[in-house]
């Protein structure tokens, strides 16, 4: 069974940072794309961030050039850095399994860290 424990939102002012942490297990995490998304209050899922099992990055332009996925497969984990929070940036961030696009949102998720940023 896939597990996906996302940790690490909270509450942060404006241009403040977070790091989310994922811990995964149920499957061979090295072998797998893995993404971040969020969903903001009243709004649907956005991807955010996906990363190859050999670590290539790709974002969402919302949060390109802010935002660092990243992995370490010897612990099973995804990570996200997030640098210049701003309000709308206020979601919950879930960890998915497998790739994701602008078009696309990968079904098999955690059940999400709440991160709000503070104006």
């Known amino acids: 069974e896939v597990q996906l424990v996302e940790s690490g939102g909270g509450l942060v002012q404006y241009g403040g940072s977070l790091r989310l942490s994922c811990a995964a297990s149920?499957?061979?995490?090295?072998?797998?794309?893995m993404s971040w998304v969020r969903q903001a209050p009243g709004k649907g899922l956005e991807w955010v961030s996906t990363?190859?099992?050999?670590?290539?990055?790709d974002y969402a332009d919302s949060v390109k050039g802010r935002f660092t996925i990243s992995r370490d497969n010897a612990k099973n984990t995804l990570y996200l850095q997030m640098n210049s929070l701003t309000p709308e940036d206020t979601a919950v961030y879930y960890c998915?399994?497998?790739?994701?696009?602008?078009?696309?949102?990968?079904?098999?998720r955690g059940q999400g860290t709440q991160v709000t940023v503070s104006s």
């Open positions: 998915a399994k497998g790739a994701g696009s602008s078009r696309y949102v990968p079904s098999a």
């Open positions: 149920g499957f061979t995490f090295s072998m797998f794309f």
């Open positions: 990363i190859t099992n050999g670590g290539i990055a």
